[in-house]
């Protein structure tokens, strides 16, 4: 790894997985999941349900999570999200980065509104974006 990749590697301070549903059934599903997201990884923040929020299209809630549960929870979500569209993002300081280019889609790649991301993070923390 050259030394430029691990200083951008070292930029990311969390992530966020976004759990989107579109009806009452994938509600369901995004209801389960949440709860075994609980049980099984404590270290995960689970956030409220929103209608639609910020730069999101879709209702969802969040999870916020530390670096080091990445390795387990992305191929947990990858086996368990049971056709749920989940927006992965890592939070460098650059939400309108992070939530575009520095993403990654788990299946339905939906629209994210950019006019709520700024480019630098201001110092508040804001919830659930
Ligand atoms: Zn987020």
Redesign the pocket.
Known sequence: MTGEAAAAIGAIKDY?A?IYYADDGQREIAARLREQVAALFPAAKLGRWHAMIGPHTRAMY?IAFPRDLLPLLLPWLMLNRDGLAILL?PNTGRPRDD?TRNAVWFGEVLPVKLETLPEEEDDEDDAD?
């Open positions: 966020h976004h969040q993002h939530h974006a």
